[in-house]
């Protein structure tokens, strides 16, 4: 997996960045996560991503 800064917009002389993840296939389809709402929790210097 690997953690993108990407560019969202530009406004004015201002940048605003995003980040994406990229998820296993397999893991996305074996939770049915395509499409749902996430949230995430940071524990204990691990990042939780789970069904809203």
């Known amino acids: 997996m690997k953690v ?3 560019v ?3 406004v004015g002389n ?3 960045y995003k980040y994406r ?7 996305v389809e074996q939770l ?3 499409n749902k709402e996430l949230k995430v929790k940071v ?3 691990k990042i939780v991503i789970e069904k809203a």
Do not use: G, Q, R, S
């Open 4 to 6: 993108m800064k990407v």
């Open 8 to 10: 969202d917009k530009k």
């Open 14 to 16: 201002t940048t605003y």
């Open 21 to 27: 993840i990229n998820l296993p296939k397999e893991a």
């Open 32 to 34: 049915n996560l395509l």
């Open 43 to 45: 524990e204990k210097n």
